[in-house]
């Protein structure tokens, strides 16, 4: 049985920065295709992040420049850090994985993945 664990929202003031971790059992990062994703009440949630075998990483136009996904093998942990926060980014902020393997356009929808952390939130102030 495959288990994320999320930690690191919180409230920060516009241009400000946390790191988000997500610590997987079940299965190893360098097996494993991981993304983060963001959603607000009432939307979709959308696509923000990806680390592909533990090494390729891909992102979101929105934060491109900003985020920074990676991922620490020894500790089966992936991280996002978000530097240069915006009002924009306030949203409940989803760890997600799956084999690794397929397309990275499949990658950026959430349907792709077969399991998810259970959110944190993530509050930046004007």
């Known amino acids: 049985q495959v288990q994320l664990v999320e930690s690191g929202g919180g409230l920060v003031q516009a241009g400000g920065s946390l790191r988000l971790s997500c610590a997987a059992s079940?299965?190893?990062?360098?097996?494993?295709?991981m993304g983060w994703f963001r959603q607000t009440p009432g939307k979709e949630r959308d696509f923000v992040a990806l680390?592909?075998?533990?090494?390729?990483?891909y992102y979101a136009d929105s934060v491109k420049g900003r985020f920074t996904i990676s991922g620490d093998i020894a500790k089966n942990t992936v991280y996002l850090q978000m530097n240069s926060l915006k009002p924009e980014d306030t949203a409940v902020y989803y760890c997600a994985g799956r084999q690794a393997g397929d397309s990275y356009y499949y990658l950026r929808d959430h349907r792709a993945y077969e399991y998810w952390g259970q959110g944190t939130q993530v509050t930046v102030s004007s």
């Open positions: 680390i592909r075998s533990g090494y390729n990483t």
């Open positions: 079940g299965r190893t990062l360098s097996s494993s295709d």
